[in-house]
T-cell receptor, first 113, second 113 residues
Framework: DQQVKQNSPSLSVQEGRISILNCDYT??????FLWYKKYPAEGPTFLIS?????DKNEDGRFTVFLNKSAKHLSLHIVPSQPGDSAVYFC????????????FGAGTILRVKS | NAGVTQTPKFQVLKTGQSMTLQCAQD?????MSWYRQDPGMGLRLIHY???????DQGEVPNGYNVSRSTTEDFPLRLLSAAPSQTSVYFC????????????FGQGTRLTVV
């Protein structure tokens, strides 16, 4: 039973355009959502997060949107750069239930120059 | 600060052998976790700890053992390695506050033959 789903295994985008990565969740107790970026042979690194009391959080080229009624969040990268090519993981946690981080399967983003 | 340090980076085991994957963090984080990454499966939680002396099972705990005798260290033991445990293992730590991100180690690539 996957509580966090990333239904697109891969995404290809032209440099300079917008990249939109999507994530759905099933557990309504999740109250904190995070995006991680992972390069090959490295550990995941934190990118951006959003609390359930917000619907948008922005950090430079990265914006995360949260739609609680749809149990959906998305990561927007504008403009996309070749260095953004990586695997992106969506994660969620619930304070109730041990605050464990639950991850999606990941989306491979390729930014073409 | 070194952050989260995992050793070894690579390991090949024969079926039935046992070994310990080491994880240490120098950020005084209460929470520590072990994940495994498999193609198409994302990061799955094996075991986690909310503080020294306290551990609990994650999503895929079978075949693994953990202990947390100090805040800094969280070793993962494979009791009798099986080919199904071939994977990349990541250790993560996180402070105990609300809405905090996890920091990951560089990973251990384990092959069981």
């Amino acid at each position: 039973d996957q509580q966090v789903k990333q239904n697109s295994p891969s995404l290809s985008v032209q440099e300079g355009r917008i990249s939109i990565l999507n994530c759905d969740y099933t557990n309504s107790m999740f109250d904190y959502f995070l995006w991680y970026k992972k390069y090959p042979a490295e550990g995941p690194t934190f990118l951006i997060s959003i609390s359930s009391i917000k619907d948008k959080n922005e950090d430079g080229r990265f914006t995360v949107f949260l739609n609680k009624s749809a149990k959906h969040l998305s990561l927007h990268i504008v403009p996309s750069q070749p260095g953004d090519s990586a695997v992106y993981f969506c994660a969620a946690s619930a304070l109730v239930g041990g605050n464990k981080l639950v991850f999606g399967a990941g989306t491979i983003l390729r930014v073409k120059s | 600060n070194a952050g989260v340090t995992q050793t070894p980076k690579f390991q090949v085991l024969k079926t039935g052998q046992s070994m310990t994957l080491q994880c240490a963090q120098d950020m005084n984080h209460e929470y520590m976790s072990w994940y495994r990454q498999d193609p198409g499966m994302g990061l799955r939680l094996i075991h986690y700890s909310v503080g020294a002396g306290i551990t609990d099972q994650g999503e895929v705990p079978n075949g693994y053992n953990v202990s947390r005798s100090t805040t800094e260290d969280f070793p993962l033991r494979l009791l009798s390695a099986a080919p199904s445990q071939t994977s990349v293992y990541f250790c993560a730590s996180r402070s105990g506050g609300v809405n905090t991100e996890a920091f990951f180690g560089q990973g251990t690539r384990l092959t069981v033959v």
